[in-house]
């Protein structure tokens, strides 16, 4: 018999109230490793089918390995011999050479894996699902974490297994003093500058800013400064974890004490960026770094990820005041109701929207009265029509697929020219520069953002047709 909320004596005394004999009662507790895992089962599971979904994500898993075993391959098979039998060379290290780049791709791996979080309002709907933020960023990093040391053990074995067969008489044997640790040791290193980089994110809120700090400060700052700090260099994560690469190794650190450093850095950034999960808006994305992640990844030849949707025209959202849940699941109930419903058989009022023959419109937001709101109000209701739009945008995404994304401009230039554009479309073609839509169970369904100047403000709309868009 199993009983669950009371304690072996309040067990006992009632047993013994009741007549019941007990033989043997014990109290059974949760370790530490039971109870962690029971509380962040679920949410580990749906953090792997995130992050195996998202190929930029993906890709860059797949890159660690590949990157690394190519330059392996070229490496050893061109200059790999004439490298050993140089003198002075370490032949351990000189084995783990492409791990250099392999940690780009890893690093890049650690970012993309959060910054999918802080595009289209995605984090709202992970912090909906787990309201709980401390674990949702244990869980995510977890899977991050477990990710990248797989695949950082699978790259470093193969990368010395596959190097060696080109290494003829300078072949080194796993079994030799050093190898087994190194390559255990590579992975390690990748997976703990995947997680710097997962926990820079987490703070920055973009994967731009970081790769354009972290990828410049290890292929350039870490040498230069290296030769002005001295021994203080051998502190800087990178180069405290390539300790474990070296047959020998000269200072106070050694290859384990130089992983546990790396694994420092690694810590003080989770640690940040729990902290900044913890007490920033789940909203407040980018603002504060999107000026630098602009300017370094244009410099770097990146995307710029601060900036979300198409590049014709959507804002990018990064203010304080964003939508809440409530309010989402309204206009998702809406949405629902206006697929559900017949269309009348003449153009009709029909409560926020209009509906006619084949087609239902709705305003979901709109501000009445908006002229006369000083500016400060106007800016708010605009960053709160556009927080909402993002939130619908990312549902109706989850639940239908990617949306149809068309370009107004060619509707707009027959507009112009005098032809008619078919209700419901006309409004949206005459007020609107894009438009994003699902097909499903054979309505149209679009979501639609009119925005004007700072005086006529931002609302949001939402029309369901069977009438085909221009």
Not at 74 to 103: H, I, P, R
Not at 113 to 122: D, H, I, M, Q, Y
Not at 220 to 227: E, P, Q, W
Request: hydrophobic fraction near 50%; glycine fraction near 10%; include cysteine.
């Amino acid at each position: 018999m199993t009983v669950d909320g009371a304690t072996a004596e309040e067990i006992g005394v009632l047993a013994a109230h009741e007549g019941i004999p007990l033989l043997e009662l014990s109290a059974e507790r949760a370790t530490l490793e039971e109870a962690y895992l029971d509380l962040t089962s679920s949410e580990t599971d749906s953090e792997w089918i995130k992050i195996r979904s998202v190929r930029s994500v993906s890709g860059s898993r797949v890159a660690v390995f590949a990157v690394t075993l190519f330059v392996t391959v070229l490496a050893a098979s061109t200059v790999g011999q004439a490298e050993a039998d140089s003198a002075g060379n370490d032949s351990l290290f000189s084995a783990f050479y492409a791990l250099n780049f392999g940690q780009i791709a890893a690093i890049s791996f650690g970012a993309t894996a959060l910054s999918s979080e802080f595009l289209n309002g995605a984090l709202r709907m992970s912090l909906a699902a787990v309201p709980n933020r401390s674990v949702l960023h244990v869980a995510k990093m977890t899977v991050v974490g477990g990710l990248a040391l797989v695949v950082g053990l699978t790259t470093s074995f193969a990368t010395f297994l596959v190097g060696q067969l080109f290494m003829g008489e300078y072949a080194i044997r796993l079994g030799e003093p050093g190898a087994l640790r190194a390559a255990f040791g590579g992975g390690v290193y990748l997976a703990l500058m995947a997680l710097l980089a997962a926990g820079l994110t987490a703070l920055l809120r973009s994967a731009v800013a970081v790769l354009s700090l972290l990828i410049p400060f290890i292929l350039i700052v870490s040498f230069v400064a290296g030769d002005i700090a001295g021994g203080a260099a051998q502190y800087f994560p990178d180069r405290a974890g390539q300790l474990v690469f070296h047959a020998h190794h000269e200072g106070s650190l050694g290859p384990w004490t130089g992983l546990a450093v790396t694994a420092g850095w690694a810590g003080v950034a989770l640690a940040a960026g729990w902290w900044n999960l913890r007490k920033r808006d789940a909203s407040a994305a980018t603002a504060k770094w999107a000026p630098l992640a602009c300017l370094a990844g244009r410099l770097l030849g990146f995307q710029d990820l601060t900036r979300e949707g198409p590049a014709w025209g959507r804002p990018c959202v990064s203010a304080g005041r964003f939508t809440d849940g409530m309010t989402t699941a309204h206009h998702l109930r809406l949405i629902d109701g206006m697929r559900s419903r017949g269309f009348p058989l003449e153009r009709i009022s029909s409560g926020s929207g209009v509906s006619g023959p084949g087609y239902h419109t709705a305003l979901l937001t709109g501000e009445h009265g908006h002229e006369e709101r000083d500016g400060a109000d106007r800016a708010e209701d605009r960053v709160q029509c556009l927080a909402e739009h993002d939130a619908l945008l990312t549902l109706l995404t989850l639940r239908w697929g990617e949306p149809h994304v068309i370009s107004l401009w060619s509707a707009q230039e027959r507009m112009t020219a005098g032809e008619v554009i078919a209700e419901p479309w006309a409004e949206p073609v005459a007020s609107c520069e894009y438009l994003q839509l699902w097909r499903a169970e054979g309505r149209w369904v679009a979501v639609v953002l009119y925005q004007g100047d700072d005086r006529s403000g931002c609302e949001l709309g939402v029309l369901v047709t069977v009438v085909d868009p221009p």
